[in-house]
């Protein structure tokens, strides 16, 4: 879009702003409530969850993960379901002596209180974005720092 367009669908945009990229299908979740989603599909479907469980070594037998050693003790499996984020790497190198390309990135934003409708669209640049939720609530987001993982595998 043009400056004279953007300012049309974004009134408050900065008149600096000489113009932007209007993405149609660019859309966005509540992540919480996404992941409790999933983790709901999976319970309907027979899949055992083990939360906070530490995995020590993984049990591959004919190409397949067979069983993996916890600190809970050894639970056998058909599926292993590498959910460790930014630790999934360790347990990729448990199972192929391979390393996934998985770094932890922090990143901050903030969540204003309630307020009228100032956007209509998430607006993104390569610094920051800021966007207006269903309920009014404007969410910005602006950091991201590589970060050491300090923890030990899972």
């Known amino acids: 879009m043009d400056q004279q367009e953007l300012h ?3 009134p408050y945009a900065s008149h ?17 409530l996404l992941v409790e989603a999933f983790r ?6 027979g899949v055992d969850l083990y939360w906070n469980t530490h995995i ?4 591959v037998q004919n190409h397949r993960v067979v069983a993996v050693d916890t600190d809970k003790g050894q639970i056998s499996c058909h ?26 990135i922090k990143g901050q934003c903030v ?8 956007l209509n669209s998430c607006i993104s640049t390569n610094d920051c974005f800021i966007t ?16 050491d993982l300090t923890h030990p595998a899972p």
């Open 8 to 10: 049309k669908k974004e």
């Open 16 to 32: 600096e702003a000489i113009g932007s990229l209007l993405l149609i299908n660019d859309h966005q979740v509540n992540p919480f």
């Open 40 to 45: 709901e599909a999976a319970r309907q479907n």
């Open 56 to 59: 020590h070594s993984v049990t």
């Open 79 to 104: 599926t292993l379901i590498n959910a460790a984020g930014a630790w999934a790497s360790e347990i990729m190198a448990m199972i192929t002596n391979k390393r996934l390309p998985v770094k932890p």
């Open 111 to 118: 969540l204003s209180e309630k307020l009228p409708r100032i």
């Open 132 to 147: 207006q939720k269903d309920n009014g609530e404007v969410l910005i987001g602006s950091t991201t720092e590589e970060k």
